[in-house]
């Protein structure tokens, strides 16, 4: 039967005339269906962006789907309370978390950039099963074979591996978005010279292409939905671009050492490590070896040795709860801390409540003590410089590098941070050239109390008129002068409505829009000049930026990102307060 149905002579009288009103409708239908499968088969073979389109959306419309299922019954059918329906979003994204990462490393490209960025802004915002389970990818990715690697590293050298190097560790240190890192030994020029360990970044080869396709599609939708965003999206082409050639992160590892070396800080407080200029193409980096810890392994070991100091097994139900508060703070105006979260509601946490920072101390030394003693590894406890906070604190940080024999050194967490955000604040204001991408898995806690700062392929530069009107910005921010930073925002390319029919933004609303770019996560009720109270989150879900000028593009990263990893490591800050005195410098030195 199905042979006669699609015998030639049927389908030849199909095609042949006369042609009635319905016939003609079902060959249009028919040749539709038969030039959308041709289209389709022929962009998903050879246009790589419309292939990452679709399968973006083939692993992320099942979630989305799921989702509003789950809201949907529980919120419409069922009828839940709010606790009930937050149980019920609670099992949802304890499903879904890991497949959203699972997600993220198929696609690899900008995608992990995105989830780095994420997993360290959204402590306090994002639901904590989501911070959790992007937390991994601030330390790296799943790592390429030792023969991919070589390969890549004579091919774009031109010499063997053994012309190179007398011992090159199979095993990465690191694996990241763009390429993975691995331990060496420099084969000295000279007899008699001195071999150097370092490290070798290399590139993973298709890289170039999974950029280039996700950011046409990027462009793409810039230029559907919001077009005169276009300059910040070939912005961030730019960015990238630049973070894959290898030879450009050179040249900016050598004019940030410098630039830090000017205002004093490098090598004092930070150190950035020196390129091996033999061994440095396109896809190829070699640089010094700094040894020590990530600031990501730092926060997440002082968080299992608290948990454990006051009972519990790991530090998971501590970030659950870190996690809450963080909230609590953000919902009362965020900035910076009195003096640790407060962790109310269990008798054990009370040493942790309003005492301040000293309590909040006395329990992170004691809870590294006794990991110490435990660890028949006690090293000398010493108060660290204040830096200028108020946080007496040590810590006993284990490198977990690679399988390697776990070593303790003396660590300020506190006061690393501090020196983080300040050194950040002197590259944005001051010298205008800065590390666009310091989350957690890219700071090295060193042995001797200093900071390494790794990974500058992705450097922003600011214009003088730009940091000007940052520190101006900062300035407000700290005087908390509503007025000053709306005027900013308006005078210097800012541009948002809001689309439930309040219109233009007030200066209440751009000032909290600048608190959040440039200070302090602040989720409290917003008070518009009319004297009206709205939720802030309904301000963002109606908020429809039209113009976002590259001073304000660049320094709500670089500011969510400093923000963000200071809220993981449990202690907020009022990013303008700290860059305040930096701000201040550079408008003297305009003067």
């Not at 003590?369 to 940080?397: C, H, P, T, W």
């Not at 989350?439 to 992705?458: Q, T, V």
């Not at 921010?477 to 233009?504: F, I, P, S, W």
């Not at 800050?573 to 410098?585: D, G, H, M, T, V």
Request: aromatic residues 6%.
């Amino acid at each position: 039967m199905l042979q006669a149905f699609i015998s030639p002579p049927m389908m030849s009288s199909f095609f042949q005339g006369p042609y009635s009103k319905r016939k003609i409708v079902l060959l249009v239908f028919l040749a539709s269906i038969l030039l959308g499968t041709l289209t389709f088969t022929t962009l998903y073979t050879c246009h790589r962006g419309f292939r990452r389109t679709i399968q973006f959306w083939r692993g992320m419309a099942p979630l989305v789907a799921k989702y509003k299922y789950v809201n949907f019954k529980a919120t419409k059918i069922d009828r839940c309370s709010p606790e009930e329906l937050e149980e019920r979003l609670n099992v949802y994204r304890e499903a879904t978390a890991p497949k959203l990462v699972d997600l993220i490393l198929r696609l690899g490209g900008i995608y992990i950039k995105i989830g780095q960025v994420m997993a360290t802004i959204g402590q306090g915002l994002l639901p904590q099963q989501y911070v959790d389970a992007l937390k991994p990818l601030q330390n790296g990715v799943p790592p390429r074979g030792y023969g991919e690697i070589s390969r890549i590293i004579e091919k774009s050298t031109g010499k063997k591996m053994d012309e190179l190097f007398i011992d090159f560790e199979e095993t990465p240190i690191g694996s990241a978005s763009v390429a993975q890192v691995h331990k060496a030994t420099l084969r000295p020029k000279n007899d008699g010279d001195k071999p150097s360990p370092i490290v070798i970044k290399v590139q993973y080869p298709e890289v170039a292409e999974l950029f280039d396709a996700d950011l046409s599609n990027l462009e793409i939708a810039t230029r559907l939905f919001a077009p005169e965003n276009m300059e910040v999206a070939k912005a961030l082409r730019k960015r990238h671009e630049n973070e894959l050639d290898f030879t450009k992160e050179a040249a900016n590892l050598r004019e940030c050492t410098r630039d830090m070396q000017q205002y004093g800080v490098e090598p004092s407080l930070v150190r950035i490590p020196r390129v091996v200029d033999d061994i440095c193409t396109q896809h190829v980096l070699a640089m010094e070896y700094l040894e020590g810890v990530s600031l990501s392994d730092a926060i997440k070991d002082e968080q299992n040795r608290v948990a454990k100091a006051l009972g519990r097994k790991d530090g998971d139900e501590l970030k659950v709860m870190l996690a809450s508060k963080m909230r609590e703070h953000f919902e009362n105006g965020g900035g910076a801390g009195s003096g640790g979260i407060r962790m109310l509601g269990d008798n054990q946490m009370k040493i942790m409540n309003v005492l301040g920072p000293s309590a909040t101390a006395m329990l992170r030394t004691y809870a590294s003590v006794r990991d110490g003693f435990e660890n028949a590894a006690i090293s000398v406890v010493k108060f660290g410089s204040r830096l200028g906070r108020n946080d007496n604190e040590v810590g006993l940080i284990a490198d977990t590098t690679a399988a390697k024999k776990k070593k303790k050194i003396n660590v300020n967490l506190g006061r690393a941070l501090k020196t983080l955000v300040h050194v950040h604040g002197i590259q944005m204001l001051l010298s205008g050239t800065y590390n666009a991408d310091p989350h957690p898995g890219n700071i090295l806690l060193l042995p001797d109390g200093r900071l390494g700062l790794l990974d500058y392929g992705m450097v922003g530069k600011l214009s003088e008129k730009d940091r000007e009107t940052v520190a101006e910005t900062i300035v407000a921010l700290g005087d908390n002068d509503k007025v000053a930073t709306a005027k900013l925002y308006r005078e210097n390319g800012y541009k948002a409505t809001l689309q439930n029919g309040k219109g233009e933004v007030d200066d209440a609303v751009l000032h909290r829009f600048a608190s959040f770019h440039f200070d302090k996560i602040d989720l409290s009720p917003l008070t518009l000049d009319n004297g009206e109270k709205m939720d802030i989150m309904e301000v963002f879900r109606s908020n429809r930026e039209k113009a976002v000028p590259t001073w304000v593009e660049e320094g709500r990263r670089l500011g969510g990102l400093l923000v963000g990893v200071s809220a993981q490591a449990a202690r907020p800050i009022s990013l303008a307060k700290e860059w305040r005195p930096i701000a201040k410098q550079a408008l003297r030195k305009k003067e």
